[in-house]
Each structure stands twice: as C-alpha cells, then as structure tokens.
C-alpha cells in the first residue's frame, strides 16, 4: 500500500450560493491566479466557457489545482468546481464518483433550499465526507446561530459547528453522539482525540460546519486550515484500477477520457487489455493530459489519486470502472421530461443523430433516441435552461439550429410481485433457452442483475453473455412502453445447444424472456415527483390549498409567519409543471416556489396516462414477448401465455417450497401465432392500417425463361413495369448454409460468392437487385455504393443498419416501382408491408436461384438440340422403333 499526497475535493452548491467565488478564493489564497475573478464580471478562472461566463453560471465541471505545506510534507489539492443549476446535475453527480472529500456551500441569506436538499441525498447516498461552508455571512441579517440551526434542522444533528474548539465539552459531546463506540467512552470519561475526529469526518458521520465570505475572503483561510487539519490522505495498492467519471472533446474534436488512479500507475502509450475497439483490438492510453481550466500539460504517468484526461480510447463511457474498479452505470438523478428536437426542414435527421450521438456521450442522460419509423429525433432534458444551452452548443459544434418541441413527462414502470420470466429462441440451426426471475426492489434502486443458476447447469461464458444482454438496452414495460426500474433480475436457469447456439440466440431468448415475466406480471407506472417548498401570502393561502390537493400533493401543515404561509411537500412532477406561472400570477408575484427531484413513486392517474400513450405490448414487434420453438424444421412463435407449456427447461422455482408464487397466467383470446405470410399482412394492418399496392398474393411463381414473362393480373393498381429487389446481404449469407460455412473461414469469399450469385441472377431476371452489406459498426464509415457487374452494392454508412437502409429505399422507391425485399428478419419482413413492398424470405430467394440456373440450362441444352439437323428427327416414331429395335 503506498500513501498519495493529493486529495481530490469537490465544491456543491445550489445556484447562486457562491461556489465558484470560493473556488477562486482557494486559487488566489494559495497563488496559483493573481488576482480573484467575479462571476458577475465574467472573468473567472474557472468558469473558462464562454457560454458560463456570459450567464454567470457553471455549466461544465472544471478542474484546478493548488499546493498546501502541511508540516514538513506538501499535499496537492485537485479542485473540482461543478454546475450548481439543478438543470445540469447529472454532470455534477457523475463527479462525486471520484471525490476524497466534498465542501457544500450555503448561502445564508437562502439557508437550506430544496437544491441542498438534493445535494445531501447525493452526499448521503455515496458517503462522501463532507465539509460545509456558510457563505455570505458578510450580508445583513445573517447569524451564525441562526444558519447553523437552520442546518441541524434540516440536514442533521451530526452537522457540528467547527468554529468553535473542537476540545471543548459542548463540541466533544456532539462529536461523541454521532458514533456509538466513540459515545460509549465518551460517558466512561474518555475524550474524543484528533484521530477520533478524522476518523468520523472521513465515514462520513460527522461533518464539519465553518461560516465566512468567500467574495470578502474572509472565513476562507479557516476553511483551508480546516481541510489540512482534518482530511485525511488515501491508501492506495499496486493493482491497476480507475474510475471513469466523464467524456469530452477538446477543441480540435479529440475524444477526452476523464479518470481517477485508484490503484498501480498508468504511463502514456500503455496498452488498457480489457478496452478494445471495433476491430477487437486492445486500446491503448495516447496521451495524459493534467488539466488546469481549459489548458493542459501533457505528463509521462499518473499516480494513485490523480486525476487525469486520457487520449485515445474510444469505447469508453461515463461511470465506467477499469481493473478492479467496478462500474458505476445507475445515477440518482435522471431527467424527466423527454422532447422532440425540431430539425430545419431539409436537415436529414439520420446524419443529425449521427452527429449528437457526439454529445450524447458526454451527457448520456440525454438519451437520444432516433424513431426509424416516424424519422424523429427526441432528447431527455432536465429544464429549460439546458435546453437553452444544448441549443447553443448544437450550433456551435455542428452548425446545425435546432428547436425543441412541448416537452413531455418520462414515466417508468415496474412490478408489484415477483414473477418468473422464460424466453426460447430456436429458429433451425439456432438455440438457446432463458430463465429469468423479475423481483420488485427498492425505489429509487434501479435495475440489478445477477445469477443464482448453477454452471453445472449452464456454463458461465453464457451467462455472461445473458447479463451481458440485460445490461446492454434499455427494457420497455406493457403498460405505456416506459423503461422499467427498480427491479433485480436474476437468472435462475436456461440451455445452449453444443452444436447450434450462437451469441445472438441469447440476446433475443433473453430479451424474450424478460418481456415474457412483464406480461404475466402485476405492472405499476411510476411518475417522477417533485419536492418543493412554497411561500405564499396568507391571503392566498386558501386558494393554493386547493391547488395542490386538486395536483396530488402531500403536504405538511402551513407554518404562518406574519403575513406569509409556508409549506413543505411534494407532488407529482406533470401536476407542478407549470405551477410557478400560476403562483406568480394568482399572489401578483409574491408567491414562490422552489423545487427538487425526490423520486418516482406510483402515478396518480395512470388509467389516464395508460390510455394517452395507447401502447399495445402484443403489437410492438421491436419487443416481442412470445418464444420461436424448431417445429418441422422451421421458426413457430408460440405466444407468451402458452409458452410455459413448450419450455424444454424445468424451471427450479416448481420445485423450491421458498420460490415465489406465480402469478396466474392472464390468458387473452386465443389467436393463430404460426409464421405465415397471412399473418404478417395481419399485424401490419392491425399496427399501420391497410397495405399499399399489395399484388395479388395467390398469383402464380414465376418462372423464368428468354421470353419476357407474361404479365400477371393484380389487385387494384398494377405494378410498375420496372421493379426492384433489395436483399439484406449478411442475413441471407447465414440463411444459406453454403455461403455460412465459407463465411466462417473469410466472410470476403462469403459476400464475393453472393454478389457472383446475384449477378448470374440479374442475368435472367428482369428485376435491378441492389444488395446491402452492414458497416455501421466502421467507425467513421461512409456509404459506398458501386456497380459489381450487373448489380448495385451498397455498404451502409457508420450507425446505420442494413434494415434502415432497405426500409427507406424500399419506401422511396415504391411510389414509382414495384419493390421486393429478400430478407428472414421477421421484424423487417412486417415494416417491409408498410412500404408497399413485397416479402421475400432467404429460402424463397435460394429457390429462385436454383429455378433460375435450372431455366438457363434447359434453355441452353433446347437450343443446343435445334441448330442440328439429325435424319431420326424425320422419320415417324414407330418406323424410328422398328429400325432400331425398340
């Protein structure tokens, strides 16, 4: 174990409370400005944006560094100054992943507000030790006394006012109180020593109070003596590890890695085994940048305790940990409001997305989403002053102006019992058989995921994979289509096949089953509600009652001073929303309201809310819920309350007398679930209205000769004379078992021999083939499209699936041309009918093929015979027979 000398300390604060004035109070206290900087000027050194300055807000954490002599040894202090706008929070919660220890500042004037509320959740929930700082206290009518009680009441008892000597008997017996060994020698007469007190403020159980003006400098250098006093320095080991607490990119569009050492040294060009990129190669750390604001200096190898941005590495994300860092993906704090962002009208939405997918990573609570259906890009925001800024940034990076739509209330789901979830997935060649048990958690708590399965059972590269899975997307629940949450998700049991199982038959039996346990469990919707703390003239006080009985709220007594009502509560967040409008308004603007996320709880209407999203689970085909068994040598869906029956897997909770009770299976009508053309027209037509230019289903095959074919009748409009055929080139490559096994050695040979096929089949045919190969996963990549002999080739660009580009094609194209599809993507094959485009599977695909090269031969071989005139062609037959005896 090896003692670092650098402490990483993070100032909170709620807006305007003076956080970043203390943060260059430290800098120009231990010399590192020269002279201090005013928000209010616009001439921090921290807040270096520009964005920041000319809003007087911090918008990104940033980072700065100052020396201390402590004793005989110097200790280095990494100060991390983050956003105090409740809009950018989740930035600020992503940094208390790597803090040592944290200041939170209070305004006196304000005293403790719903955002400090926030921040000691925050602060309580990842046990950091805490120092706190009263500022202000230059302002007329603040009290030491007075702030100090305001904090015990609302933050705690162990909140202890450390001003005062420490040694004295009042501050001894609140230090004693917070910790019981400590109380229990405290009453035997035993004083509460130095070490005592390091030790409580390091578990967080006591947290010093110091009061001062960090605009005036004064109470400042109180402050400093404080924190080298008590902060104690970190042990660290040999063992490689780190956290990863954000993604930027610096100016010239360099991606940035954001990490703390917690363990061994990184030097710059090391190779990180357990990163790799998208050709499956190890990443390697480039470049160590120390940052001071917005400028660096690049060193040779980091320490334990250091904090640092790494060049190089591509497939990392924030809360990630490496070596024996475990990752940290779930955060408090979440959006809750998600909106549409308004493109200019001839901006391709898809190249959009593609370019804040770059900003998505470095603020991954955004969560943007691009709908392929309704080609719409929506955002998850936390206010309109983000929105406000993400505009802002937009343009600056990409030039793009964007707007954004009426925004809407994110709702979760979850579930009330314990429920088991099965999923099989055995189309021909395919296998894999999951089990899951689904278990209602905490709130607040996220999802989970573990394992009590056996490997004897099922080995543990598979169930990897199947956390792996569950990890990896974002889970919908059957009620309004909602992400799920606070739930653990354990696998309990399941099967591969030694020969057919493959890494995708567990994704989709796993995704399968999860889907399968929400549709036979008892579901609840949750809405995020809001704490807030209201003031309101006492005239009005009848009127603002009713409101927030009218919103739902829950809501303790009003406490009367003078001419002004006071009142603490909460209430759900789509009821507030635009409240503090109608307070002004109805108190002519002596009203106010303050307010801070709590938490998700059960929706206050959810049979109203249900019925606005009008979600049907059986209807979303992106999520199924049924399980495809091998029958006859193809895929049936079984759907998912008769699946239970067809499980090859004896499920362990039937025979567990401790396991849950399951609930009863809620079986609706029946309904053929075959996988039959005519039930794809069904689903489509049920999901999207009547199909368009839908040919005669009952017409005959078409054969195929020299002569043009004869035209074939058809429902309503004809098809158009030229027609097109898009096949989905990697799907038919592992349909067809020749392609499959030369693709196994060189997937090259695979997609040579396909394209060789097709063009032998262009020959004959009368249809233009375009064949679509994936490359959405070459970073950088763009669309090629080429001409391979008779054929048109397209790879897709980076993010941008085969399927996407057959729907849009086939979309645009069949306003003017009859379009086919080859693909076995069930999913695909249903979108396909939206287009108006014909369905066809790889099997079919392959027996045209044959058909066609059967034709040509027999065509050869028909006018090979008649160019030859033979003296048998002549002679009658039975004369022919006598001849020659037959």
């Known amino acids: 174990m090896s003692k670092s000398?650098?402490?990483?300390?993070?100032?909170?604060?709620?807006?305007?409370?003076?956080?970043?004035?203390?943060?260059?109070?430290?800098?120009?206290?231990?010399?590192?400005?020269?002279?201090?900087?005013?928000?209010?000027?616009?001439?921090?050194?921290?807040?270096?944006?520009?964005?920041?300055?000319?809003?007087?807000?911090?918008?990104?954490?940033?980072?700065?560094?100052?020396?201390?002599?402590?004793g005989d040894s110097e200790r280095t202090y990494i100060l991390l100054d983050t956003p105090g706008h409740t809009d950018f929070s989740p930035e600020m919660e992503r940094t208390l992943n790597v803090l040592d220890y944290a200041i939170l500042v209070i305004s006196a004037p304000d005293g403790v507000t719903g955002q400090v509320r926030l921040l000691w959740k925050l602060i309580r929930h990842y046990k950091i030790p805490t120092f706190i700082f009263v500022n202000k206290m230059d302002q007329e009518g603040t009290d030491s006394v007075s702030s100090l009680e305001n904090i015990k009441q609302e933050l705690g008892p162990e909140c202890i006012d450390f001003s005062e000597d420490v040694f004295s008997d009042k501050i001894q017996e609140e230090l004693a109180v917070c910790d019981d060994s400590l109380l229990t020698g405290y009453l035997d007469g035993t004083a509460i020593t130095e070490e005592n007190i390091r030790r409580l403020i390091l578990n967080a159980k006591a947290f010093p109070v110091l009061f001062g003006s960090a605009l005036k400098m004064e109470g400042v250098d109180s402050l400093l003596e404080a924190l080298d006093r008590w902060a104690v320095e970190k042990q660290y080991g040999p063992d490689f590890g780190c956290r990863i607490y954000k993604i930027t990119h610096d100016s010239s569009g360099m991606r940035l890695t954001w990490i703390k050492l917690t363990g061994g040294r990184l030097k710059a060009k090391s190779v990180i085994e357990e990163l790799t990129d998208e050709n499956g190669k190890p990443e390697k750390a480039d470049q160590l940048r120390i940052y001071f604001a917005d400028k660096f200096t690049s060193v040779p190898e980091i320490f334990p305790g250091d904090i640092a941005a790494v060049t190089g590495l591509t497939s990392t994300h924030a809360g990630q940990g490496l070596g024996f860092e475990k990752s940290r993906e779930e955060s408090l704090l979440q959006p809750i409001m998600t909106a549409r962002l308004i493109l200019p009208a001839n901006e391709d939405p898809f190249r959009a997305y593609r370019s804040l997918l770059?900003?998505?990573?470095?603020?991954?609570?955004?969560?943007?989403?691009?709908?392929?259906?309704?080609?719409?890009?929506?955002?998850?925001?936390?206010?309109?002053?983000?929105?406000?800024?993400?505009?802002?940034?937009?343009?600056?990076?990409?030039?793009?102006?964007?707007?954004?739509g009426a925004t809407r209330i994110i709702y979760k789901e979850t579930i009330a019992a314990a429920v088991e979830g099965v999923g099989h997935f055995e189309p021909l060649r395919h296998y894999a058989e999951v089990h899951l048990l689904l278990e209602p958690a905490e709130r607040g708590s996220g999802l989970t995921f573990t394992s009590s399965c056996s490997t004897d059972i099922l080995a543990l590269n598979w169930q990897r994979l199947i956390l792996t899975h569950l990890e990896e997307r974002r889970h919908r629940g059957v009620l309004t289509g909602s992400e799920i949450t606070d739930m653990k998700i354990s696998i309990i049991t399941?099967?591969?096949?030694?020969?057919?199982?493959?890494?995708?038959?567990?994704?989709?039996?796993?995704?399968?089953?999860?889907?399968?346990?929400?549709?036979?469990?008892?579901?609840?919707?949750?809405?995020?509600?809001?704490?807030?703390?209201?003031?309101?003239?006492?005239?009005?006080?009848?009127?603002?009652?009713?409101?927030?009985?009218?919103?739902g709220a829950s809501f303790l007594p009003p406490d009367i001073e003078g001419e002004t009502a006071f009142i603490n509560g909460s209430a759900p967040a789509a009821s507030l929303s635009d409240y503090p409008e109608k307070l002004a308004e109805l108190s002519k603007g002596q009203g106010h309201i303050t307010c801070s996320l709590k938490g998700y709880e059960r929706c206050h209407n959810p049979d109203e809310v249900i019925a606005s999203f009008n979600y049907d689970p059986e209807l979303d085909m992106r999520n199924p819920s049924s399980s495809v068994f091998c029958s006859h040598g193809s895929g049936t869906i079984i759907p998912w309350y008769e699946v239970r029956d067809y499980m090859q897997v004896e499920s362990p909770l039937k025979s567990s007398e401790n396991g849950p009770a399951m609930p009863a299976v809620k079986r609706p009508a029946p309904r053929t679930m075959n996988v039959s053309e005519e039930e794809l027209i069904a689903i489509f037509e049920r999901t999207y209205g009547p199909i368009k230019n839908r040919s005669d289903n009952n017409k005959p095959r078409r054969t195929y000769n020299f002569s043009p074919p004869a035209k074939k009748p058809h429902k309503g409009k004809p098809r158009p004379e030229k027609e097109y055929l898009l096949v989905d080139g990697y799907n038919i490559i592992y349909s067809w078992e020749d392609l499959k096994k030369l693709s196994e050695d060189d997937i090259k040979a695979g997609r040579d021999k396909l394209m060789d096929i097709l063009s032998n089949y262009a020959g004959i045919s009368k249809e233009r083939i375009i064949l679509v190969f994936d490359a959405y996963k070459v970073p950088g990549g763009t669309e090629r499209i080429y001409k391979y002999h008779n054929i048109d080739v397209v790879f897709t660009a980076e993010a941008q699936t085969a399927d996407l580009y057959i729907e849009r094609t086939a979309h645009e194209l069949q306003k003017n041309y009859g379009v086919t599809v080859a693909t076995s993507d069930a999913v695909e094959?249903?979108?396909?009918?939206?287009?108006?485009?014909?369905?066809?599977?790889?099997?079919?695909?392959?027996?045209?093929v044959i058909n066609t090269e059967q034709e040509i031969r027999n065509e050869y071989l028909e006018n090979q015979r008649s160019d030859k005139n033979y003296m048998g062609d002549a002679i009658p037959g039975e004369v022919w027979d006598e001849l020659t005896g037959e």
């Open 358 to 404: 770059t900003l998505a990573e470095e603020e991954p609570s955004l969560n943007i989403l691009y709908d392929e259906e309704t080609k719409e890009l929506t955002a998850q925001v936390m206010g309109v002053v983000q929105k406000e800024i993400l505009q802002e940034l937009i343009f600056k990076r990409f030039n793009l102006k964007v707007g954004f």
């Open 494 to 551: 399941g099967r591969a096949h030694e020969k057919h199982t493959e890494g995708g038959d567990f994704r989709q039996a796993t995704y399968r089953a999860v889907r399968q346990g929400l549709m036979m469990a008892e579901s609840i919707l949750l809405e995020p509600y809001l704490d807030f703390s209201l003031d309101v003239p006492s005239e009005n006080l009848g009127r603002v009652l009713n409101d927030l009985d009218r919103m």
């Open 829 to 848: 094959q249903v979108i396909i009918y939206g287009s108006g485009a014909l369905r066809l599977s790889a099997r079919d695909l392959l027996e045209r």
């Open 5 to 70: 000398n650098k402490l990483v300390i993070g100032i909170l604060a709620h807006v305007d409370a003076g956080k970043t004035t203390l943060s260059e109070a430290f800098l120009y206290k231990n010399n590192v400005i020269r002279n201090a900087g005013r928000v209010d000027k616009g001439n921090t050194y921290m807040d270096s944006d520009e964005m920041e300055r000319r809003r007087g807000i911090t918008i990104f954490s940033n980072e700065a560094r100052f020396t201390r002599s402590i």
